[in-house]
């Protein structure tokens, strides 16, 4: 059974950081390409940030380029979503997806002052 455990998310002021970690179990994370997504109230849910299974090659949403670097750990299982210069329209619930198929349950962030 393919579990995928996001934590870190939290309230930030503008400006501000956050790193989201995904924890996997029960997939081959080492050959499975990660991403991260979020969902706004009332939108689409939208990728975030891609990593293949090495970590050689990740893209970005073109909002989040510059601000945000996804990264893996595979001896760890885990994936991680490192976020600064955070904006209000960052707000979102972030959710971890391995291979376009499993997710996990989703982890609050929210911008404001």
């Known amino acids: 059974q393919v579990q995928l455990v996001e934590s870190g998310g939290g309230l930030v002021q503008p400006g501000g950081s956050l790193r989201l970690s995904c924890a996997a179990s029960?997939?081959?994370?080492?050959?499975?390409?990660m991403s991260w997504y979020r969902q706004a109230p009332g939108k689409e849910r939208e990728l975030v940030a891609r990593i293949s299974s090495t970590g050689g090659s990740t893209n970005y949403a073109d909002s989040v380029k510059g601000r945000f670097t996804i990264s893996r750990d595979n001896a760890q299982n885990t994936v991680y979503l490192q976020m600064s210069s955070l904006k209000p329209e960052d707000t979102a619930v972030y959710y971890c997806c391995g291979r376009e198929y499993y997710w996990g349950q989703g982890t609050q962030v929210t911008v404001s002052s």
């Open positions: 029960g997939l081959a994370f080492r050959v499975s390409v």
